[in-house]
């Protein structure tokens, strides 16, 4: 096997099959084990209480939000953001990152779902449910991964501390807000959003472990030109 089918497997295959494997075992527990033990059993009561203090003001700030997290503008915005990096910083780290990122957790999202059968809460739906399960929640697991991925781009070239921390606290409050909207619009359980933070947040990990560490060498190094590996080792053994 090549060195970097190796790193591709220990850095991104192991860590993604090791969550996905968290969130299954986590929605089992949430679904059956612990069906009815507290915490949830109060969480349709929550969902009841958001419910019936909707009103028309809050109901387009929530579709503001869930619309930030729909399929169709998560991946609009994440080629034209993936196209942005690559013009201006001339190199492809970025891009990919992102990009993988936000497919990993949808992967892993897709493959949950399949896994875990979950109905919605026993509340009116004020958008149309997928044929998916209500554990995990897609678009707040789509929302950590583009936008949170989107604040460790800009907190890496951020020249000063407060600048850091203001994409932090910009960037984070929209998967934030996404997830209290979907609660809000009967979407979710407050359970399914709260695994959708960990897929969304965990895959940022993973891939900003695997791609934007400047140390990780994919493949073999190269030798200087003239050398041979054999010079190399000799060099090495005479140094130490």
């Not at 958001?50 to 399929?71: C, E, K, Q, Y």
């Not at 009967?186 to 940022?204: E, T």
């Amino acid at each position: 096997m090549s060195d970097v089918a190796v790193q591709i497997a220990r850095r991104v295959l192991l860590p993604m099959a090791l969550l996905f494997s968290v969130l299954v075992a986590l929605g089992l527990l949430v679904t059956r084990v612990l069906a009815r033990t507290w915490p949830f059993t109060v969480e349709d009561a929550v969902n009841r209480e958001l419910a019936a203090h909707r009103s028309p003001g809050w109901n387009d700030v929530s579709l503001v939000f869930s619309t930030l997290a729909s399929t169709q503008l998560i991946v609009v915005v994440t080629v034209l953001v993936a196209l942005v990096l690559r013009l201006v910083l001339h190199r492809w780290r970025e891009p990919i990152f992102l990009c993988a990122a936000v497919n990993a957790q949808a992967l892993i999202f897709l493959f949950t779902t399949m896994a875990i059968d979950r109905r919605r809460p026993a509340v009116e739906h004020m958008d149309d449910s997928p044929p998916t399960s209500s554990f995990p929640s897609g678009h707040t697991s789509a929302a950590m991964a583009l936008y949170v991925g989107i604040a460790v781009l800009l907190a890496l070239r951020a020249r000063s501390t407060p600048a850091k921390v203001t994409w932090w606290m910009v960037l984070v409050l929209v998967p934030v807000g996404v997830a209290v909207t979907r609660m809000y619009r009967g979407m979710h359980h407050p359970s399914d959003v709260a695994a959708s933070f960990l897929n969304g947040g965990v895959c940022v990990a993973i891939m900003a472990r695997a791609v934007l560490d400047r140390t990780l060498t994919w493949g073999r190094a190269k030798l200087p030109v003239g050398r041979s590996g054999d010079d190399v080792t000799r060099a090495g053994a005479a140094a130490g």
